[in-house]
Structures are given as structure tokens and as C-alpha cells.
């Protein structure tokens, strides 16, 4: 039974005259559930520094079957804090407030602070310098580790990753005069290789309603339109690759969504500290309209839950895609705010908001690895895939891919060609089935048609031998 309680958050505590502190926020996810019992407080890791990544797992026990939702917030840091504060006001009035009615439909699990280091040295990245929402496909660092691992023990329905996103883009757009001028952007996960159904009720039906909701309230929301870096670039959605936490749980299994609020510029003058107040209470707002429109859909969600959602041999894949014009000539209106005069000002870039797809692989039954068995047997413990050791040399067939070209020009490309044949297998090398809970991922890491493969990076494009065949096959 949750007990009756008056909690003031960190930010409220010091009247909004600076970020909340990583061990305040611990201190206060504790406190929480110290005065519920229907929230645990539950360590996921720790971060370089050896913070700790704190979690309110709230439920209130029922006989009812409810959706499992994942709210996370401040994968970059301090440099934007407001995601985490917004998810220490939705946890309150999730077991002491006016949203506690949400847990007879919902389980909620709230992440407020995934970059601990960050958010105290007021950065983007962690304390080894990475950009943890680039990092799911390495989970080179802990902290991506251990939220790649939370998003596996609890298998969530939804996931929501909240974020800001500088209005001021200096090096960029600020160059040319301009300011961005959006208030909240949602989108959907977008990778290609996720279930179609998926990706459907994810951007036909929730993300269409969301944005409406949050419109309706006065405040301006819009689909996700990947940064504006120049007055000539076309314009397109979000990148698709599961180096990106919102795709890599839908890789994982969750209806995925990102949220973006308006991170005003540091230098301006406002009622509170860079103005914090009024951009938590825009991330407040979207989070409650999303968890009450997650809570009325909780029927559908359950049965996108029964739905199939692994591979078996021969299901047809689709690694990659490229966006393009939405038709020819395609041009798309957006306002941005001009830095000299404040005026708001209609600018028409080129519409590229149409998602081409790359041809798609059949899923094998498995995948084989017959050389640098200990680097690929890393990479596969970080990301929780089942794998098993070949006892003896055997003769398998399978599809292998000989590496014709390597272009490392920008992001990597290879050119391979591909080919039947029956191939000893030695004694130690690894076997990766399919039919495994993230069985997904496999073919994204390992395919070199997927745009999220792992020889992309440099510990495994120094592997490549062109003219030699790929040590990675795939099992006939």
C-alpha cells in the first residue's frame, strides 16, 4: 500500500537554480520507494566512475496480465538534464500522485539518469568520452551495457528514451542565422529488420496519436527530423541503426520511441536555470500523455506481445535502407527563427522522408564463425546472445561470402559475393542459432549488407582480408 506523502524532487528542493546531481537522484529514487510498496529501487551497473544506474521498478500486484513500459533519461548527461528530471516528477505522481491509477494497467520501470558521469561533469558523453547513444552496437562502455542488459531481464512492451535537443546548433545551423524552431519530437524505432508489425502499429498508430495528444495541449509536436545542419541538406527521419538505443530495444523486442524536447540556448536569459523549470515541465508533459495513451492501449499491446517475433530459416530480413525522395521534387516546409531579428521564418528544403529498402537475405538457421572465435565471442557476451562451441570438425553447408572490395570512405561499405558450398568446420568454432529471445541482432551484427554491422568498427574491420571469404557464414 503506498503511504500518503508530500516529496519535493532535487530540482523543486533547490528552486530550479541548477541540475540535479547523480547522487541526488539515486538518494531520491530510494526515498521513493522507501515510501511505497508498490515501487523497488534496483541497481542495473554502474557507470566508469562507479556510479551507480539507479531504477524505480513501480507495479501494483493484480491477477491481470499488464504491459511492461521502460522510461529512460539523460543518455547525454548534463548536457541534457531534463529528461531525468521530468522522470523524477512522474515517478512521484505515479505512487504518490495523480497518475497512480496508471499502475492497475501498466507495469513502469523508470531510468531517470543512463549517463551518471555525464550529467555531473555537464557533458554528452560518459567519463571515457563515448556518446552512449551511439554505443549498442559495440556496448564498448558499462553503462550501455547494463541498459542493453535491463531492457533484456525485463523484456519491456514499450520503451521511451527521452532527450533534448539544442535550438542553437553553432557550428551548424547557427552559421547560416538560424535557430531551430520545434518545441517536442517523437519517433518511432525505424530500423528495417524489425517485425512489420512492429513497425506498423508503432508508426501508424501510436506515433500519429502521440503527437496529436501533445498538439492538442498547445504545445508544437512534430515526427523526429534528423538535425538541420544546412539550409541545402534534404531532410529525412532518424538514423536506423541499433547503434542507437531506441532501435536496439526494438531489436530487442520493445515498441520503441524517442522523444526530443527543446533544449533552449545556454547563454539566454530565463526565470530559472537555463531555463530547467519550463523545459522539464515540456518533457513532464509529453511523458504523462504518453503513459496514459500506453495505459488505454494496453490490450493491443498485450497482443503485439503474442505476436511472433523471432526468425525462423528462410524468413525474408531487410538489413538496410537509405531514405529518398518521398516523390519526385518533394519539398517540405519548416519553420526556423531567425538568430538576428527573432522573426519566424518558413524555409522549403527537399522532402527525403520516404525509407528506401535494400534488397533482403533469407534467415539462415544459424550463423558459423570459423576464425577470431575470441573477438566475436566478446561481442556476442555483451549483447546476451546464445552461443555454443563446435566439439569436432565437421562438414557444414552454408552460404559463404567472399570479401571482393573494403570502402572505407565516411561509414564503411564492403562488396562481397556469395556462394554454396559445403565448408570444414574446425573443432572450436562458434555456432550462433536464431531461434534464440534476441536472435535479431545476429544477422544485424554479422551480415555485411546491414547497416548496424559490427566491421564497421575498427576492432573488426582490421579482420576483413579482401579476396579471402568472410569468417562469419551463414548455416544452410
Not at 519517433?187 to 492538442?216: C, K, M, T, W, Y
Not at 492501449?297 to 503474442?306: H, I, P, S, V
Request: hydrophobic share 40%; with cysteine.
Amino acid at each position: 500500500m503506498t503511504r500518503s506523502v508530500t516529496l519535493q524532487t532535487p530540482l523543486e528542493a533547490c528552486r530550479h537554480t541548477r541540475i540535479t546531481q547523480s547522487a541526488e537522484i539515486a538518494d531520491f529514487l530510494a526515498l521513493l520507494a522507501a515510501h511505497s510498496d508498490e515501487a523497488e529501487c534496483v541497481t542495473l551497473g554502474y557507470a566508469v566512475s562507479g556510479a551507480p544506474l539507479r531504477a524505480l521498478l513501480c507495479r501494483r500486484d493484480s491477477r491481470s496480465l499488464k504491459p511492461r513500459v521502460m522510461l529512460v533519461g539523460s543518455h547525454h548527461g548534463g548536457s541534457e538534464p531534463a529528461g531525468g528530471e521530468a522522470l523524477l516528477e512522474v515517478a512521484r505522481a505515479l505512487l504518490h500522485g495523480d497518475l497512480a491509477a496508471l499502475l492497475d494497467h501498466l507495469d513502469i520501470a523508470i531510468l531517470p539518469n543512463a549517463n551518471p558521469d555525464g550529467r555531473d561533469a555537464d557533458s554528452s558523453r560518459n567519463a571515457n568520452s563515448v556518446n552512449l547513444n551511439r554505443d549498442y552496437v559495440l556496448l564498448s562502455q558499462p553503462e550501455s551495457r547494463a541498459l542493453n542488459s535491463a531492457v533484456q531481464r525485463y523484456r519491456p512492451d514499450v520503451v521511451l528514451d527521452a532527450h533534448e535537443s539544442a535550438a542553437l546548433k553553432r557550428k551548424s545551423l547557427g552559421r547560416a542565422g538560424y535557430l531551430t524552431e520545434f518545441q517536442a519530437q517523437f519517433d518511432v524505432a525505424n530500423n528495417p529488420a524489425l517485425p512489420a508489425a512492429q513497425l506498423s502499429f508503432g508508426e501508424d498508430v501510436l506515433l500519429n496519436e502521440l503527437i496529436r495528444r501533445v498538439s492538442h495541449t498547445g504545445l508544437h509536436a512534430q515526427r523526429y527530423i534528423r538535425e538541420i545542419l544546412s539550409l541545402e541538406q534534404a531532410l529525412t527521419y532518424g538514423g536506423i541503426t541499433i547503434k542507437r538505443f531506441r532501435n536496439k530495444a526494438a531489436a530487442l523486442g520493445a515498441l520503441s520511441f524517442l522523444l526530443e524536447t527543446r533544449l533552449d540556448p545556454k547563454a539566454g536569459e530565463y526565470p530559472s536555470f537555463r531555463n530547467i523549470e519550463v523545459r522539464t515541465a515540456k518533457q513532464v508533459r509529453c511523458i504523462r500523455i504518453f503513459l496514459t495513451l500506453m495505459a488505454e492501449r494496453a490490450a493491443e499491446l498485450l497482443a503485439l506481445r503474442r505476436a511472433p517475433r523471432g526468425l525462423q530459416p528462410g524468413d525474408p530480413m531487410v538489413l538496410s535502407a537509405e531514405y529518398a525522395p518521398r516523390a519526385e521534387g518533394a519539398m517540405m516546409t519548416v519553420p526556423l527563427r531567425r538568430i538576428d531579428t527573432g522573426e519566424v521564418v518558413d524555409m522549403v528544403f527537399r522532402d527525403h522522408r520516404r525509407m528506401a529498402l535494400h534488397p533482403p537475405i533469407a534467415a539462415p538457421r544459424a550463423y558459423l564463425v570459423a576464425r577470431h572465435a575470441g573477438v566475436v565471442r566478446d561481442l556476442l557476451w555483451r549483447h546476451g546472445l546464445h552461443f555454443h562451441y563446435l566439439p569436432r570438425a565437421e562438414s557444414v553447408r552454408v552460404v559463404e561470402q567472399r570479401v571482393e572490395q573494403v570502402f572505407a570512405d565516411g561509414e564503411l561499405a564492403l562488396r562481397t559475393s556469395e556462394r554454396e558450398r559445403s565448408v570444414q568446420m574446425p573443432a572450436g568454432a562458434l555456432r550462433i542459432p536464431l531461434d534464440q529471445p534476441c536472435g535479431r541482432v545476429v544477422p544485424l551484427l554479422f551480415e555485411p549488407g546491414s547497416s548496424s554491422m559490427a566491421y564497421g568498427y575498427p576492432a573488426y574491420r582490421r579482420l576483413l582480408c579482401p579476396g579471402e571469404p568472410l569468417f562469419v557464414y551463414r548455416e544452410l
